[in-house]
C-alpha cells in the first residue's frame, strides 16, 4: 500500500461539490427509488407517491467536514478483486453483477437465513450520515452515506448469548472479479467486528452514496462502515453475516500480521510498522494529492466521543 503521486485535473467551478448545494439538493431517496435499490425499503409516502422530497433531518453523528467530491470518492478506490491501482475499482467494476443478490445471516443467531437483498433491507429506513474515512495508507474523505445502522438489522436475527463477534464476507466470484483470480489476498476478503462494535450507533451497513445507489467500485451493494476504523475494516460487496463466539480472521491481518491487526482503530500514535499515522491527506482538496497540506489524524478520526468507552483498559498499542 503506497501513495502514488497522482495528477487530478483542475476541477472546474461547476464540479465543486459545496456541502450547503448538496445538502439543499439532495434528492437521496428518490435516486435510490430510482436505482430499485429502494424498491424493498421502508419509503416515506410522500416518496411512494413520487412527489415532492421527503425532508431529511441530518444525523447528529455526521461529521461538520467539507465534503470529498463525488468524483474522487467514486474514482478514487481500494477493491483489490478488481485490481490494486485506486483506479481500477472505477474501471474494473463495472463486471459485478448485483443483481439478483442475497445475504447469509448465521451462527450465533436464532434466526439463520439467507436473505434477498430486498429482503434484508425491506423493514428499515436508510439514513444519510456524513462520515470521513480515513484509509490506512494515510488519505481520507469525507462521505456522504446512505445506510441503515448494523444494529437495527441484526437484533432482528436475534443473537443468541454466545455472540461476541460479527465475521464479515464479500462476494467471491472470480469470473466477475479479476483480483480473485491473483494470489493478492487469501479470497474472499473477510472481516470482522467485535459485538458491541458493530451494534454502536455509529456502525452503517451503507446501501448508496452521494444520494444513490452504491457504484459497483465503492461496494455495491451493501458495504460495511466503520468511521472510527481504518478503511480496510470497511468491507465491500456483503454476501455473509456470521455471528460467533470466537474472534473472525481478517483479510489483512492474515495477509500481514505484523501490520494490520483486528481492531484497525484510527489512532495517530500507533504507527504502521513502516510509515507514521499521526498525519493525513484529504482526497480531492487539491489537484494534486502529493502536495495537499497534510492534516493532522484525530485519535478514533475523530468518533471518541461515540467509541472510546468500548477500549477503556485496553492497551491499544497491542490490539492494534
Ligand atoms: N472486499 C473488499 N473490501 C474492501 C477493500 C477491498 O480491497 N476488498 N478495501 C478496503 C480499503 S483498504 C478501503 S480504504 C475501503 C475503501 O473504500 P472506498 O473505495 O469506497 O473509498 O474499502 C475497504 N473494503
Ligand atoms: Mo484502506
Redesign the pocket.
Known amino acids: 500500500m503506497l501513495i502514488k503521486t497522482r495528477r487530478y485535473p483542475e476541477p472546474q467551478p461547476s464540479e465543486i461539490t459545496d456541502r450547503e448545494v448538496y445538502l439543499h439538493r439532495r434528492r437521496f431517496l428518490q435516486g435510490l427509488a430510482a436505482s430499485g435499490v429502494a424498491a424493498g425499503l421502508a419509503a416515506p409516502v410522500s416518496l411512494r407517491a413520487g412527489s415532492r422530497s421527503p425532508d431529511v433531518t441530518e444525523s447528529k453523528l455526521s461529521s461538520e467536514d467539507k465534503l470529498t467530491p463525488k468524483d474522487d470518492?467514486t474514482s478514487y478506490?481500494?477493491?483489490?478483486?478488481f485490481g490494486t491501482g485506486k483506479d481500477d475499482?472505477a474501471r474494473n467494476a463495472h463486471t459485478l453483477t448485483t443483481k439478483p443478490w442475497s445475504v447469509t445471516v448465521d451462527g450465533e443467531v436464532e434466526k439463520p437465513g439467507t436473505y434477498d437483498l430486498e429482503d434484508i433491507l425491506k423493514p428499515h429506513t436508510p439514513e444519510e450520515r456524513i462520515y470521513r474515512?480515513r484509509?490506512?495508507e494515510g488519505w481520507s474523505?469525507v462521505i456522504p452515506w446512505l445506510g441503515v445502522p448494523l444494529g437495527d438489522l441484526i437484533k432482528r436475527f436475534k443473537p443468541t448469548s454466545r455472540a461476541k463477534y460479527v465475521a464479515f464476507e464479500?462476494l467471491y466470484r472470480p469470473s466477475e472479479m479479476p483480483g480473485q483470480t491473483r494470489a493478492i489476498l487469501d479470497w474472499p476478503?473477510v472481516e470482522g467486528l467485535r459485538m458491541d462494535e458493530a451494534m454502536n450507533p455509529l456502525t452503517l451497513m451503507a446501501v448508496g452514496l452521494y444520494g444513490e445507489a452504491l457504484p459497483n467500485?465503492?461496494?455495491a451493494p451493501l458495504?460495511l462502515v466503520v468511521p472510527w476504523k481504518?478503511?480496510?475494516k470497511?468491507?465491500?460487496?456483503i454476501v455473509k453475516i456470521h455471528l460467533t463466539e470466537k474472534e473472525p480472521p481478517t483479510s489483512w491481518n492474515i495477509a500481514a500480521p505484523n501490520e494490520y491487526g483486528f481492531y484497525a482503530n484510527v489512532n495517530p500514535n500507533v504507527d504502521h510498522p513502516r510509515w507514521s499515522q499521526a498525519k493525513e491527506r484529504r482526497i480531492g482538496e487539491t489537484g494534486l494529492l502529493f502536495f495537499t497540506e497534510r492534516r493532522k489524524t484525530e485519535m478514533f478520526n475523530g468518533y471518541g466521543e461515540q467509541v472510546a468507552d468500548m477500549y477503556r483498559g485496553m492497551d491499544l498499542s497491542k490490539y492494534f
Open positions: 470518492v478506490c481500494n477493491f483489490y478483486e475499482p474515512l484509509c490506512v474523505m464479500t476478503y467500485q465503492n461496494g458495504r481504518y478503511g480496510f470497511s468491507i465491500k460487496s
